[in-house]
């Protein structure tokens, strides 16, 4: 561990409470009584994966972490250093942590009971006599690509379920849903590119649902692996959503099964993020509603032209 937690690594293995301060995209400290994990030499905390804390540290890990009472009452120094979300290779020493009897587990037992979703962290300290860097503007760097993977997906989302509702409207809603669903594709390339440039500069950190990082999930070929399989579906949906296409049994069952998937994906996604903010439903009803709307208004029309046709 670093020199700067010796004052920490002095009282033994245990548990303990600390006041963490966190901070804010414009730099504004957020300070939390928590508790504090002591295990051989290593500092950790725990908190809900959706907490404020977790959010400030996803885009600022800088921190400052001072010994204090369950009521926040400094009783020690303040070290400086920067939080680090346990990664897979690490599970081994965060499940020792939560376990029954280790340092963090009676903070992991009530936060699970109240439902959340834990992320262990792992604070390593500056060195005596550092503190964070007054200068802000990587982190709000780092927020801004945030919002835009947060605003590029919703956008995506919304085009799509748009291309759909458009076309549940009827032959003419059809012809002018291809725009909407054009948009939709570049709307999401413009997402995949923004998610790329965020592990960049995040680090790989809660990049996946589930607050998983990039290392958690098999690294950047994982991640091309999903860039490549979504395109392949929207391609798969815009050419089975052709006219010509459109009447050719095996291509709207390929087409059905493309559309399928990629509303899966994104309400799935959604409604993961439900314990967040309970306005994820919207995008994720949105979706759902668009394309069931859609396929109930293909097959309404389908029937009307047999039945014409005899």
């Known amino acids: 561990m670093r020199t700067g937690s010796l004052e920490w690594n002095q009282l033994g293995d245990g548990a303990r409470v600390g006041l963490l301060t966190t901070f804010?995209?414009?730099?504004?400290?957020?300070?939390?009584p928590v508790s504090v994990g002591v295990r051989k030499g290593g500092v950790y905390f725990v908190t809900s994966a959706t907490s404020g804390k977790a959010r400030r540290l996803a885009v600022r890990p800088d921190l400052t972490l001072s010994p204090s009472t369950v009521r926040g009452t400094v009783t020690g120094p303040a070290i400086h250093g920067q939080a680090h979300l346990l990664s897979h290779n690490r599970r081994r020493t965060a499940r020792r942590l939560v376990q029954p009897g280790g340092a963090l587990f009676w903070s992991y037992?009530?936060?699970r009971i109240r439902g959340h979703r834990m992320q262990v962290y792992e604070v390593r300290f500056a060195p005596r006599g550092q503190s964070p860097a007054p200068d802000t503007s990587p982190s709000v760097s780092t927020g801004r690509v945030h919002r835009a993977v947060h605003l590029t997906a919703r956008a995506s989302a919304l085009l799509f379920a748009a291309a759909h509702a458009t076309s549940a409207l009827g032959p003419r809603g059809a012809?002018?849903?291809?725009p909407l669903y054009l948009a939709f594709m570049a709307a999401h390339a413009v997402h995949f590119t923004v998610v790329a440039r965020y592990a960049v500069v995040n680090g790989g950190r809660d990049l996946f649902p589930g607050g998983r990082s990039l290392d958690a999930v098999g690294g950047w070929p994982t991640v091309a692996g999903i860039y490549a399989l979504f395109a392949g579906l929207a391609i798969t949906g815009w050419v089975s959503g052709a006219p010509r296409a459109n009447g050719e049994p095996a291509t709207r069952i390929i087409g059905h099964a493309a559309t399928g998937l990629i509303t899966t994906m994104f309400v799935g996604?959604?409604?993961?993020?439900?314990?967040?903010?309970?306005w994820y439903a919207v995008p994720a009803t949105a979706v759902a509603g668009a394309v069931t709307a859609n396929v109930v208004a293909q097959r309404v029309r389908r029937k009307r032209q047999l039945g014409g046709v005899e």
Do not use: F, I, W
């Open 24 to 32: 804010r995209r414009n730099g504004e400290p957020v300070a939390t």
């Open 109 to 111: 037992l009530l936060y």
């Open 269 to 278: 996604v959604y409604l993961g993020q439900l314990q967040g903010s309970r």
């Open 175 to 178: 012809a002018a849903a291809r």
